[in-house]
């Protein structure tokens, strides 16, 4: 863990927060003083980072929802803006579980590698397009 708070007074987003990279990342913001909104579809595991985060002295919270829908990145912007005035960074980690390896993808119909690629491009552009006006 950084024992450096180089990010006091800063808000982030961090989608897909629940889980591995993404609960990593949460948790290393938060060390460094960042307050996190973490957001993603498994409340369980988002409630499970924020109260690792509490515990640790920082402060989160959580907000249930996909990534890939316009609501919900604009939903977890207002929701920072309410909380915390301001949003600092924006960390687009979420994607699609069961990514496509060689393997899969050489049995992968067009179809199916459109709709992974259309919505892994999503799980980003969505919550980048909604927050970066929040954070100049």
Request: positive net charge.
């Amino acid at each position: 863990m950084t024992t450096a708070r180089s990010l006091d007074g800063q808000v982030a987003i961090v989608t897909g927060g629940g889980k591995g990279i993404g609960r990593a990342i949460a948790l290393e913001l938060s060390a460094c003083g960042a307050r996190v909104l973490v957001t993603g579809r498994d409340e369980r595991a988002l409630g499970e980072t924020v109260g690792e985060i509490a515990h640790g002295g920082g402060k989160a919270r959580h907000l249930v929802g996909d990534v890939r829908e316009m609501s919900h990145a604009r939903a977890a912007a207002a929701a920072v803006v309410e909380t915390w005035g301001s949003l600092s960074v924006v960390v687009a980690n979420a994607g699609m579980a069961g990514t496509l390896n060689m393997g899969s993808a050489a049995r992968a119909t067009t179809r199916a590698f459109r709709e992974r690629a259309r919505s892994s491009t999503r799980t980003f552009w969505a919550p980048t397009r909604r927050s970066t006006p929040l954070s100049r």
